[in-house]
C-alpha cells in the first residue's frame, strides 16, 4: 500500500510540474510567490527542479525506509490532488 501510494506522490508531483510549466507558458500567473521568485531567478526548469526533486527524495526516503505510515502518506496526497486540480482549473480558464 505505502508503495502504492509513494508512486501516487511521484506522479502527482510530476503532473503538478507538468500542469505549472504549461499554465505559465500559456498565460497563467504563478500564485505562490516563493516558487514565483525561484522561477525569475533560477528560470521555470530550475525551479521546477529545486522544488520537486527534493521533496519527492526526502518523501521516497522515508516511505522507503517505513519511517512514516498511511495517515501521513494520505495527509500529503490530499494537498497535491487539490494543487493539481488548480492548476488545471487555471489552465481551462486562461484557455477561454
Known sequence: MMTALLIL??????????????GLRNGAREMNAVARWLFD???????IFLTKV?????????VLNELV??????LLIVPFVALLAN???WINKTRT
Open 54 to 62: 527534493p521533496i519527492t527524495a526526502v518523501v521516497a526516503y522515508i
Open 9 to 22: 506522490f511521484i506522479a502527482l508531483q510530476s503532473a503538478d510540474a507538468a500542469t505549472t510549466i504549461y
Open 41 to 47: 531567478k533560477l528560470g521555470l526548469a530550475g525551479g
Open 69 to 74: 505510515g498511511l495517515t501521513f502518506m494520505l
Open 87 to 89: 492548476n488545471l482549473y
